[in-house]
């Protein structure tokens, strides 16, 4: 059938049409179906809006589809039903408790690539994904599929070395740290991250405060060739793009299926053969127990394994934020004060744990002691410097050049007593009320850490802010939320948690990667 | 913060606006997140699209929210980000497999019914109810909440008498006679029914052929105070809103766990107390097996009770057509003149075995017996004609004055022999080739049933269409699917189907209530 096409110059996130309820009922078309579209040479898959007011004999064309079609309004496309995509019987197979097949999961994996599958049928895979789990293979399946539907990066020298931790813990500017580290003990680790889409920073926002982080891939080439490393932005490198539309339905459910084969096959398209894995660990993390570590620890290797990437994990304490700072500025800020020799204990020696396995994994003897001889004489500083420059940074910066909220004020202890927890979702939540991640500068500054002794008075977060508004908002926020225990000795306080009459239903779910 | 207002002029389907992505981040707002729109006294919730190329400190409104909202482009409102609806921790609840309360229940009806979640929401949610499935505490707490988010009718006279059937059996008329039989008895049956959705024609269809069937609240308490009965369509109801809704993302997923709620719901809102199920059963029909349609009524019977509606449920033959015909008008037809005396064995058969048990319901000695004299004696006839009067038909219509698609092939025995089965999906989709339902004198009108004896060249269809191009279509579809079965005797063509190498994912799926 032929429809006269008006452009509607509006994006909708996926290739979408409009078409009036009677010519959609004449094609034999309801709401979600999908149709070709057909124009000169081109054509264009498109998922099918009905609406009753839409002008009749109209497609009205968003420009996720115009853009393929490179068509003007007025001009007439020929239209037809398509074919209903195999990887919807797929899904299907899966929602019924199916194991998938390799060639099945390819198969799905691509029609989300090219757009093909709805909202409601992405929702309906991962929401089935969630409950019925994957088999090892099925991951493999999954991982393998999400990196052929991607570009890749590979390297002609080697080995290449990599890291990641699964997030859920504010502060963790532990990546700032290790790269310098493992670069400037001669091996090359292409560090792509993300930005914070739940948190108050990603490494990909901690980074920018100091230098770009959008570069394209052959920026990231340049950058490591000449420094062995780099400090991107994986957002829009089209590694693993399925990942990114997986993660637009798994954000409004707050559930995460797909961790372990998103995290590998970002891994796997950077062209990664060793990784080191940071798994946070303990109450406020996402993974609880020592013993859930083991269990996800397990799954990584053995997938790594098979997409030939030889794996090693770090179970971490996880029951505070790393160091004092949280949001982007501040944590830039610690972790240079902590590449020139000044850093908190625990950043420090997080860093050069995770750094020392990368070392141990290539042969190097005692690979911890080699990251603190490196962080020592300063060449992680030096290397740190030449990745901000080679990205376009200012390799000068010190840390007093780094911009902070100018609006501050103090959150303090009502009493004399000693920290016995602290609320990881609490702080970063209050560092967001403060206006992290998108206004740099904002954020808190702990001032006190598990174990310390504070006095009445005594000031247990420092807020920093843009703006009055957003400083007193965040105050507020931490009055009451509670987000650092006290009692003179821990395990004295005895009630965990009160459950009210109307339980309260919010749970704060991280989405990071 | 304040954004200018622009109309975009399409529906969408949902509350849905666009923004700009970076105002959407200064408001910390991700793809799908909800805000609050305040104008004047206004106020709506709308699901938040965010686009890169929107202008900037701009709210692009679709319909549905400048319907609410009553506004004009360039006016300017007041945005803020909205709280995560409550009902979304209970989506997530039933996703991890708990149980769901009544008031949590309540809580994601309402939701869905003000449009306050998306489509991954609802998909989410419609997945885990298909994977874990509900209780009967679920059921009944998800059938009286779609009951109260909708429109009800009370009846001042009683009692109140209702059929349903849970389809997917093509050419099944049997409630243009059951209504009849029923109301010439002296009961009230005040019958909703809906229009095709994948199927050849559904009820709303049928009776369409004979009289308006779009009718509002006042005027089906009108045609039924005035005949005891009506044959409305329910779709623009509002009875039990949330069906249609759920419905919308079943659909392109192909599952339907909603079944059982969706059907109670909507008789309890048209205040039925006393309601005849028809489960056919059988290969080719939605129920395979007895005991599985034994299963079925148990939960009808048992949520009925719940609902204070009397159920019993007809398990009946589904492995063919009832009667010959299917499609909106050919079916019409039939049943006229099965109401005139000359219907087929089966369909009448149907009909007065379900009005029959209604009838025994009501304390009527030999129900059955009952309605076979109000069909022969011609006063169910007339109660019918009574009904299309009263809904704005001709009374007067005979069979001949029903208009048939003037285009007319055969499909044709290429061997003599016995019909030993017919695939009702086939069928359907011959019938939906030829133009049925949209064009009401399309259709399929089998020669044959099972067990009947062919000769070599007699017809085992007439297809009906209204051009030659979808007629031959039907005829190429019919020949490439074997839709009638042959064979000397039953059971004695041994191979049921064969699995070639690549596996076709090829399954039809009957959504009709």
Redesign the interface.
Known sequence: MKLKVKL?G????KPTV?MDDEYA??L?L????RIIIKYREKSAMAIV??????PRKTL?IY?EVSNVLDIRSGESVEVQPAK?P?S?????DK?L?NRLRKREIMEIVKDVVERHL???????F???L???GMSIDEAEALSSAMVATGKTLRWNKGPVLDKHSIGGVPGDKTTLLVVPIVAAAGFIIPKTSSRA?TSPAGTADRVEVLCPVNLAMEEIERVVNKTNACLAWGGALDLAPADDLFI??E?????DPLLLPSIISKKKAIGAEYVVIDIPTGRGAKIKTVGEAHSTARDFIELGKRLHIQIQCAVTFGEQPVGFAVGPALEAREALIALKGNGPFDLVNKATELAGILLDMMGVKDGKGATRTLLKSGKAEKKFREIIAAQGGNPEVTPDDIELGDKTTHFVSSIGSRVVWINNVAIAQIA?EAGAP?EKGAGVLLRAKLGDQVKKGDPLLTIYSRTNQKLEAALALAEQLEPIGLSKRYGEKMLLRRIPTKIP???VFVLER
Chains 1, 2 share one sequence.
Request: no cysteine; aromatic share 8%.
């Open positions: 509607l509006i994006e909708s996130g409009v009922s004449r034999g309801h709401p979600s179906d809006n009905v609406a009753a007011t839409f009205g420009d209903r195999e919807l019987g797929y899904i299907r929602i408790g709805s909202d409601v049928e992405l929702a309906a991962v929401t089935a969630h409950i019925w889409i637009q339905v954000y409004p459910l707050s559930i967001r998108k239903h919010e749970k």
